[in-house]
C-alpha cells in the first residue's frame, strides 16, 4: 500500500516537473518570436533610414557636378552594401521632380523602403534600376539656346558600354572622360554596344533622324545636341520622355524671364527685338509632349540665339 502512495506521488511530481518545463519551453519560444519580431522592425527602420540618407547624400555629390562647365565631368559614388537605385521621374507642376528611391542588400535580402528623396532641380538620365556598389555620374550643360540645366547620366561600374563607329568628336569625349565603363570600339562579348551606322546593336543611334533606337523603342533628341543623344543612350523611354517634359517646362519659364529682362533693358534704349520669338518658344516648350516634337522646339531656339548674338545689349 505505500509503495503504492510512494508511486503516485511519484509520478505526480514528474508530471508537474514536465509542466513546469512544458511552460518554460513555451515562454521562451514566444519570447525569442516577440525578440525576432523587434530586432526585423528596428533593423527595417534602420535601414529605412540608412537609404534616405544615402539618397540624400548621393543627391549632395552630385551638386559638385553643377558647375557650369561647357565640358562634360565625371566622379563615382560608392555605397558600402550592393545597392539598387531606383529613378523616378515626376513631370507635375511646374519643373516637376526628380525622385531617388533606394534598395539595399541586407543579411542576403534586398530591403524595399518607401522613402522618396525629391530634387526639383536635378535630371538624372539612367536606366529605371541600376544595380552594384559603384557608380559612375557624367554630367554635361543642356542650353536651349541659353543654359538651361546640368544634366547628368547614371551608370553602374558592372555594365561596361562601347560606342562602335562613333563620330571622332563623340569618340574623343568618352576617351576624355576617362571612365572605366565607357569605352571606344573593340568592344567586348558582353559590352552593351552602341552602334552609329548599319549595324544593328542593342544600343542604335541614327543622325540622320535624330533618334536613339532602344529596347525596341525609339526616342529622338535635337539636332546635333549631343547632351540629349547621351540622355537617349543612358535611360529608359519612360525616364526620358518625362525628363524631357521637365527640361521643355525649364525652358518655357525661362523664355519667359528673359522676355521680361528684355522689356526692362529696351526701356533703357537698348534694343534686342526677341521678347516675340522667346514668347514663341516658351509657348512650343510648354505644349511639347513627346520628344519627337523636340526639332519644331529647336528651330526656334536657334533663331533666337542667332538674334541674340547679332543684338546690341546680348541678354544672355
Known amino acids: 500500500m505505500l509503495q503504492s502512495l510512494d508511486k503516485m506521488k511519484s509520478k505526480k511530481g514528474a508530471l508537474e516537473i514536465s509542466f513546469g518545463w512544458l511552460f518554460a519551453i513555451v515562454a521562451g519560444i514566444v519570447i525569442i518570436f516577440i525578440a525576432i519580431y523587434i530586432s526585423s522592425r528596428l533593423i527595417g527602420t534602420q535601414q529605412t533610414s540608412i537609404s534616405a540618407q544615402t539618397g540624400k547624400q548621393i543627391g549632395i555629390l552630385l551638386d559638385p557636378l553643377e558647375t557650369g562647365f561647357e565640358s562634360a565631368q565625371t566622379t563615382s559614388i560608392t555605397i558600402p552594401s550592393d545597392t539598387r537605385i531606383n529613378n523616378i521621374c515626376d513631370s507635375a507642376g511646374t519643373f516637376g521632380k526628380q525622385i531617388i528611391n533606394l534598395e539595399q542588400k541586407s543579411f542576403g535580402k534586398w530591403i524595399k523602403t518607401d522613402v522618396n528623396v525629391g530634387f526639383q532641380n536635378k535630371y538624372i538620365f539612367s536606366d529605371g534600376q541600376i544595380e552594384g556598389k559603384k557608380f559612375y555620374v557624367f554630367s554635361k550643360p543642356f542650353s536651349f539656346p541659353f543654359k538651361i540645366a546640368d544634366l547628368m547620366y547614371i551608370t553602374s561600374s558592372d555594365k561596361r558600354y562601347c560606342f562602335s563607329n562613333a563620330p571622332n568628336e563623340i569618340n574623343q569625349e568618352i576617351s576624355t572622360l576617362n571612365q572605366s565603363n565607357l569605352v571606344v570600339d573593340n568592344c567586348a562579348v558582353n559590352d ?31 539636332g546635333d545636341d549631343r547632351t540629349l543623344m547621351y540622355a537617349a543612350i543612358f535611360s529608359n523611354k519612360t525616364i526620358y520622355e518625362c525628363q524631357i517634359k521637365r527640361l521643355m517646362s525649364r525652358v518655357g519659364e525661362i523664355s519667359s524671364l528673359y522676355a521680361s529682362k528684355e522689356l526692362l533693358i529696351n526701356g533703357k534704349g537698348c534694343q534686342n527685338d526677341i521678347g516675340s520669338n522667346l514668347g514663341e518658344l516658351s509657348g512650343l516648350a510648354n505644349e511639347l509632349n513627346k520628344s519627337n516634337e523636340l526639332e519644331i522646339v529647336k528651330i526656334e531656339a536657334d533663331m533666337i540665339n542667332q538674334k541674340n548674338n547679332a543684338g546690341v545689349c546680348q541678354l544672355w
Do not use: H, L, P, R
Open 192 to 222: 552593351v554596344k552602341i552602334c552609329f551606322g548599319k549595324e544593328n546593336c542593342e544600343i542604335n543611334v541614327d543622325f540622320s533622324s535624330n533618334s536613339v533606337e532602344k529596347n525596341g523603342t525609339k526616342v529622338y533628341f535635337a
